[in-house]
């Protein structure tokens, strides 16, 4: 982890806090490219990600935008309410699992709510290449928007397009004239909600984009990870040559940890692949938004900190 000071903290809207997190005195943090991500220590338990939303040419911070979500596990409620200006605070060096590539035609980035946040950064870069972009905000009709005077400044002012989430119709309308029938070697990028991205997605699809112009990313696993079905399942390592068993109230995570066997982890909701480990024998029951679906067939690899086991073992190489 490396120790950075929360030089800016600025409130965008009710929900929605921006922090920026400078290199300390006489230190560097490290380069990034636009899409990725930093882990952020909550407190001696809770390690968060978040995307970083400012631009890859500034050397010496990271802005991140932190919502105040009800429905969250902890982590920005705390943030919103103990993080303070010129606090140090510790992060990951950044992560990317949404890269931003090189393209020659017009990129359209379409963002929901807080998933905006890694497609400003894409368009910071984009504008530096002097690459031609559109940027689309979808957000909740409200009085003071976040993110609203950044994205009507420049580099995107005359490139943004933000959407008043009305209702489910209008958007539809709205977002598939801003997609539109494709265009040789186009490219969208999106980021928000899971039906939100799977909606672009269809929209694309229905005007011909093809699927390998199409990228997006999964800011949580919408897949419920814990039901009253879940089994117990036997967990063999294959290196250490000892086996852990894996309670029906616990994840596998939880288990080797219990067992004294620490595995590094971030997200723990099956999002990250931090956690990944490779499996020699058993079926896996997954569970996580990481792997594709051609991967999961393969019943090779599993993330302990959601997935479970079909089979009633796991062989796995540890
Ligand atoms: S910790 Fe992120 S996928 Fe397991």
């Not at 606090?87 to 699992?97: D, E, G, H, K, T």
């Not at 870069?125 to 905000?137: K, M, N, P, V």
């Not at 089994?231 to 940890?257: G, I, M, P, W």
């Not at 067992?259 to 999002?271: K, L, T």
Request: aromatic content about 6%; glycine content about 6%.
């Amino acid at each position: 982890m490396i120790d950075v000071v929360i030089s800016e903290h600025e409130k965008l809207s009710d929900a929605v806090l921006k922090l920026t997190l400078s290199a300390l005195k006489g230190e560097q943090l490290p380069e990034f490219k636009a899409g990725a991500h930093i882990d952020v220590r909550v407190n001696d338990s809770i390690v968060r990600q978040y995307s970083i939303c400012s631009a890859a040419s500034a050397k010496d911070a990271y802005s991140i935008a932190v919502l105040n979500d009800p429905n969250s596990r902890g982590g920005s409620m705390h943030i919103h309410r103990e993080f303070k200006a010129g606090q140090i605070v510790q992060i990951s060096a950044p992560r990317n699992l949404f890269e931003l590539g090189e393209h020659s035609a017009p990129v359209l980035l379409i963002g929901a709510g807080i998933g905006i946040t890694p497609l400003l950064s894409m368009g910071y870069t984009l504008a530096e290449r002097g690459q031609d972009f559109t940027i689309c905000y979808l957000h909740k009709p409200a009085e003071h928007v976040a993110f609203q005077s950044e994205l009507l400044s420049e580099p995107f002012a005359g490139k943004s397009v933000l959407i008043p989430a009305v209702n489910r119709q209008t958007t539809r309308q709205q977002l598939k004239s801003l997609i539109g029938e494709y265009q040789d070697g186009q490219h969208v990028y999106t980021c928000g909600p899971a039906g939100f991205m799977e909606l672009v997605f269809e929209l694309a699809d229905v005007q011909n984009w093809p699927s390998q112009s199409l990228h997006k990313e999964m800011f949580q696993n919408d897949v419920d990870n814990s039901t009253d079905a879940d089994k117990s399942f036997t967990l063999h390592l294959t290196k250490s040559a000892c086996s852990v068993q894996v309670s029906a109230e616990q994840t596998a995570l939880e288990a080797l940890d219990e067992a004294g066997i620490e595995i590094d982890a971030s997200c723990e909701q099956g999002v990250c692949g931090t956690c990944l480990l490779k499996v020699v024998d058993g079926k896996v029951d997954h569970r996580d938004a990481y792997l594709t679906e051609e991967e999961k067939r393969l019943h090779n690899q599993f993330t302990p900190c959601c997935s479970r086991a079909l089979s009633s073992s796991l062989s796995i190489e540890l």
